[in-house]
C-alpha cells in the first residue's frame, strides 16, 4: 500500500523555521504538494512541485517565505518554512498526484494520495 510520510512539524517561536519532510513509499510521482488545514477553515493549498520537471507553485500567503523542494536520491520532498507566523499554524499534509491529467498544482482535487498530516505550531 502506498504511504506519504511526513515529519518534521512541531512548536516554534513567530518568526521561526520549520522543515517538513515527506517521502512517497517507493513511488515517484507526477507532483506532490503541501497542504494546510486550521481549525474552522477549509484545507488549502500551500505548496506544489512537478517531480519530473521541477516547476514550483506558491500560495500568495506563503510565498518567499516557505520553499518546496525535492531530492530525488532519497525520493523525498521537502518544504522549508522561514518567518513562521501565528497564522500558518495548522495540520499540514503532504499529497501525491498519480495521473498525468491538467489540474491546478495547489487545489486539493489535484491529490489523490494523502498523508496524515503532521501539526505545525506557532506561538506569537
Known amino acids: 500500500q502506498v504511504q506519504l510520510v511526513e515529519t518534521g512539524g512541531g512548536s516554534v517561536q513567530a518568526g521561526g523555521s520549520l522543515i517538513l519532510s515527506c517521502a512517497p513509499s517507493?513511488?515517484?510521482?507526477?507532483?506532490m504538494g503541501w497542504f494546510r488545514q486550521a481549525p474552522g477553515k477549509e484545507r488549502e493549498g500551500v505548496a506544489a512541485?512537478?517531480?519530473?520537471?521541477?516547476?514550483?507553485f506558491y500560495a500568495a500567503s506563503v510565498k518567499g517565505r516557505f520553499t518546496i523542494s525535492q531530492d530525488n536520491a532519497k525520493n523525498t520532498v521537502y518544504l522549508q518554512m522561514n518567518s513562521l507566523k501565528p497564522e500558518d499554524a495548522a495540520m499540514y499534509y503532504c499529497?501525491?498526484?498519480?495521473?498525468?491529467?491538467?489540474?491546478?498544482?495547489?487545489?486539493?482535487?489535484?491529490?489523490?494520495?494523502w498523508g496524515q498530516g503532521t501539526q505545525v505550531t506557532v506561538s506569537s
Open positions: 512541485i512537478d517531480i519530473r520537471g521541477g516547476s514550483r
Open positions: 517507493g513511488y515517484t510521482y507526477n507532483r
Open positions: 499529497a501525491a498526484k498519480e495521473s498525468s491529467i491538467f489540474c491546478l498544482p495547489l487545489s486539493s482535487t489535484c491529490y489523490n494520495i
